[in-house]
């Protein structure tokens, strides 16, 4: 068997592998999301396990106590979004007033510029409400397996947390039982590294969402929106909560924009100014800012957010980076795999 043959098995074998991986990691997401963002927090909270039970702290209250502050810091996130949500609800006779007129310009508009009477704008609303709501049905039950798979990993994380955290003396020991003799000793090493390349990735994240924060604060500032720091560090926080939390952060100032000023171009320009930061964090600050903390190149940190939000979508944008960070690391303790340690750093 010639040299040509053996490295095209090779790359065969690479490609199925790869295949494969992408395979697992699509049908088995709804169970591999929770167990990874489990693994995350359960690594960033190790630390602090591990004072308090120097402290002579039992071990499970030890992880009780730091889970519990996490549990805390999410629930704040979802008071607060639904204290936004609760704001826009009260300010809805207001809107209705500022909808009619504006509805009404609009239908000036359309007849004047492209000849539609009122009578043709009705019909084609109609037909639009029939279209969706022969979609509603779908609509519905998608909305609907969200809230209760959301619903659901809420519910598990911490129990996975729990369990990782307890249990972690025998992960460690079925980690060391794989490895073969020549690389047994470095089990401990590679944890410890994972451990603080995980407190690195929190750190970057927390860089990322001030300098989000400061952008929306400087973008609404110059077109004149009040409390500008307030809605610009709001609007950059709630994004840790998915599609809701940006979402509903930016009706809150789009709407008080609006009916303080009653003109559109305030409320256009906060939806451009939120679109802008967005697109220059999920495309350069964060991939730059974290990728840098967790030592990964910008190209490869944004391949894997690309690749992520492919695969898992916004769990995969925040995940994929410090799961290529981890490969990053054992690669580099392992001599066949440090080609791709020299790949992937910065």
């Known amino acids: 068997m010639n040299f040509a043959t053996i490295k095209t098995k090779l790359l065969h074998h690479l490609l199925l592998i790869i295949v494969l991986l992408g395979f697992i990691l699509i049908?088995?997401?709804?169970?591999?999301?929770?167990?990874?963002?489990?693994?995350?927090?359960?690594?960033?909270?190790?630390?602090?396990?591990?004072?308090?039970?120097?402290k002579k702290i039992n071990r499970l209250i030890s992880i009780f106590i730091p889970l519990i502050f996490v549990c805390i810091l999410f629930a704040g996130l979802i008071f607060l979004l639904s204290y936004e949500v609760n704001l826009i609800a009260n300010k809805w006779p207001l809107l209705q007033e500022k909808i009619y007129p504006l509805v009404e310009q609009i239908q000036n508009f359309l007849h004047k510029k492209f000849g539609w009477t009122?009578?043709?704008?009705?019909?084609?609303?109609?037909?639009?409400?029939?279209r969706l709501s022969q979609n509603?049905?779908?609509?519905?039950?998608?909305?609907?397996?969200?809230?209760?798979?959301?619903?659901?990993?809420?519910?598990i994380i911490p129990i996975y947390i729990s369990l990782?955290?307890?249990?972690?003396?025998?992960?460690?020991?079925?980690?060391?039982?794989?490895?073969?003799?020549?690389?047994?000793?470095?089990?401990?090493l590679i944890?410890?590294?994972?451990?603080?390349?995980?407190?690195?990735?929190?750190?970057?994240?927390?860089?990322?969402?001030?300098?989000?924060?400061?952008?929306?604060?400087?973008?609404?500032?110059?077109?004149?929106?009040?409390?500008?720091?307030?809605?610009?560090?709001?609007?950059?926080?709630?994004?840790?909560?998915?599609?809701?939390?940006?979402?509903?952060s930016a009706l809150l100032p789009i709407t008080i924009t609006w009916l303080s000023t009653g003109t559109l171009w305030q409320p256009i320009g906060v939806i451009g100014v939120f679109s802008i930061v967005q697109y220059l964090e999920a495309n350069l600050i964060f991939p730059y800012?974290?990728?840098?903390?967790?030592?990964?190149?910008?190209?490869?940190?944004?391949?894997?957010?690309?690749?992520?939000?492919?695969?898992?979508g916004v769990a995969g944008m925040i995940l994929f980076l410090p799961l290529i960070a981890v490969f990053r690391i054992f690669a580099d303790h392992f001599p066949e795999l440090k080609h791709w340690s020299e790949f992937l750093k910065k």
């Not at 509603?136 to 519910?155: D, M, N, R, Y």
């Not at 020991?173 to 490895?179: C, M, Q, R, T």
């Not at 400061?214 to 500008?228: K, R």
């Open 27 to 54: 049908f088995a997401k709804s169970f591999l999301i929770p167990l990874a963002y489990s693994l995350l927090i359960a690594i960033v909270i190790y630390p602090v396990c591990k004072f308090l039970e120097s």
């Open 118 to 130: 009122s009578d043709e704008q009705a019909l084609w609303i109609k037909d639009g409400l029939e």
């Open 136 to 155: 509603a049905g779908q609509i519905i039950q998608e909305t609907s397996k969200a809230t209760f798979e959301t619903f659901v990993t809420l519910i």
């Open 164 to 188: 990782i955290l307890i249990y972690r003396g025998k992960i460690v020991d079925l980690l060391a039982a794989l490895s073969t003799e020549q690389y047994k000793a470095k089990i401990p």
């Open 191 to 248: 944890i410890n590294e994972t451990i603080q390349m995980f407190s690195k990735f929190i750190r970057g994240m927390v860089i990322v969402y001030i300098i989000v924060g400061l952008l929306n604060t400087i973008g609404l500032w110059i077109i004149g929106v009040e409390n500008p720091l307030i809605y610009g560090m709001l609007t950059a926080i709630m994004t840790i909560i998915p599609y809701f939390g940006i979402i509903i």
């Open 289 to 312: 800012i974290v990728g840098k903390h967790v030592n990964l190149n910008t190209f490869v940190s944004i391949l894997a957010i690309f690749i992520g939000g492919l695969i898992w």
